[in-house]
Structures are given as structure tokens and as C-alpha cells.
DNA sequence: ATGGCCTCGGTTCGAGGA
């Protein structure tokens, strides 16, 4: 079973990519971000044919999400239930007895702005609902872009990136919050080469350099993580032509 | 050198991303 998440930047642009990479990497659920595409645009017959089943909650120009899945999902559910969001940036389907939440982390801007704010208390709203949801899904997945670092191993250049948003003191709190409902982040559950990162800035030759961040996560409750045989990133979509400025990460668990 | 790039909407620039 391969759970991966993926922020496209794009799904109108990137479809192409979605679904060359699927064809060479065959996993089970894909969760994508920032699709940017209103429900009544997105590539449904696409999807449908490269054997993925979908769900999807989109909105004009920003945000949107996406499952895609070789499994049939069910009790779908669209953002929130306790946080009022008219932006979309969660959806959630259980599969195969998983329940996978797909989630876009607001950007945060600049760290004291009205967006960080709302990032912190998105955050927290996120928290308290996971940690209901754990007592009635014990194996629940949470993919996306979180628009964290959690640590400064996760940043190309820790100094020049200190107390910046992405990095601030307050938004690894957060992620360490959704550590301790608990849940585990599948990237550190393996030993892992240093200076590797899911997200690189478009600018200054950025991915080139290998001038990136660690933003994208897979975060496995206990009896998930304790099926969990391996965690990736797979680097090779960010070097195609016009690419995304993420690229996937890929999490693999035994039955 | 306090920007550099990409996407969108809607026009040829501004907002937002990270």
C-alpha cells in the first residue's frame, strides 16, 4: 500500500505530470494541493482513466484538494467540520480501512501578518478535530503541504531562514502538536540522507543548488507507522519540463 | 543590488505563493 502527496501548483498545468508520474509510480492514494480548479473543471475522465477513482473540493484560483485512489473511498468529508473555512484545503475519504486527510496548509505570508494568524489558528483547529477523529479512525493518515519545516535539518540554510514563516518557533509548535496526538512523521521513522527537501523556490536556480525546504509530509498514527516499511521523496517531477515547485513524497506500508 | 519565478484572472499588471 503507497500513500504519497503531491502539491501540483496547478492541476490544469501540471495533469500532464500527475499523470506520466502515476504511470511510472503506481500508488495506491495520491493527495494532491493547490489544485486551483472549480469542481466543474476538474479532469475527472483523465483521472478516471488512468484507473484512479477521485474526490476533489476545488475553488476559483487558489487552493484546492484532491484524492486520488485505486480503492473505492468513502464517508467523504470536505474541509473542517469545526473550523468555518470558505478556503479549501481539506478533504478526507476513508480507504481501505484508512482514513486519509488530505490537507493545504495556509502559506502564512510573513510571520505577525493576518495570513500567519489564520495559519496558527487553522492549525489549531486541525489539531483538535484529529484528535477526535484518531478515537474513531485509529488508522488515519494526514498528507500534504504543511507549510512547515519541522526542523532545521529540514532547511537548506537554517540561518538565513530563522524565525522566518515556514520556520517560526510557533508553526513547529503546531507541528509538534499533531506529533503528540500522536502521530508520526513517516520521513523520520527511516534513517534519511542529509539535505533532502520536498519544495524549491522557482527563483535563483533554487533546485539546481538544492536550495530547498522539507514542507511536504506523511503523518501515520501509531498502528500506521508501525506498517510503515519506507518514506521518499521523489525528486524526479521538479526536473520535467514547467514543473510543480514541490514534488512528491511517498509513503510505504505493509499490509 | 532587499529582486530574481510561476500561476491566475483578466488583460500586458497585481496578488499570492513559499
Not at 468529508?77 to 484545503?89: L, T
Amino acid at each position: 500500500m503507497k500513500l504519497a502527496t503531491w502539491n501540483v501548483n496547478s492541476l490544469k498545468v501540471r495533469l500532464p505530470h500527475v499523470l506520466q508520474w502515476l504511470e511510472a509510480s503506481p500508488v495506491d492514494v495520491l493527495c494532491l494541493q493547490e489544485t486551483k480548479l472549480t469542481d466543474d473543471k476538474f479532469p475527472i475522465g483523465e483521472i478516471q482513466a488512468a484507473g484512479y477513482q477521485v474526490a476533489f473540493s476545488g475553488q476559483k484560483t487558489y487552493n484546492g484538494v484532491a484524492i486520488l485512489s485505486r480503492h473505492p473511498l468513502s464517508e467523504l468529508v470536505k474541509n473542517n467540520p469545526r473550523f468555518d473555512d470558505e478556503q479549501q484545503r481539506i478533504i478526507t475519504a476513508t480507504i481501505a480501512g484508512i482514513r486519509v486527510i488530505c490537507a493545504y496548509v495556509p502559506n502564512g505570508q510573513l510571520v505577525g501578518s493576518d495570513k500567519y494568524e489564520y495559519k496558527l489558528r487553522w492549525l489549531e483547529a486541525l489539531q483538535g478535530w484529529l484528535r477526535d477523529e484518531l478515537k474513531n479512525y485509529p488508522n488515519l493518515a494526514l498528507l500534504g503541504d504543511y507549510n512547515i519545516a519541522p526542523e532545521d535539518a529540514d532547511v537548506h540554510d537554517p540561518v538565513a531562514w530563522k524565525d522566518q514563516v515556514l520556520c517560526s518557533d510557533a508553526e513547529r509548535a503546531a507541528f509538534r502538536q499533531l506529533c503528540e496526538l500522536p502521530l508520526k512523521d513517516a520521513f523520520r521513522l527511516f534513517p534519511q540522507a542529509d539535505k533532502l527537501y520536498s519544495w524549491w523556490d522557482y527563483r535563483q536556480m533554487a533546485f539546481r543548488r538544492n536550495r530547498g525546504l522539507r514542507i511536504d509530509h506523511i503523518l501515520l498514527s501509531l498502528p500506521l507507522a508501525e506498517r510503515c516499511i519506507a518514506c521518499e521523496i521523489d525528486k524526479t517531477p521538479r526536473k520535467w519540463e514547467q514543473p510543480s515547485d514541490h514534488t512528491p513524497v511517498i509513503a510505504t506500508l505493509k499490509p
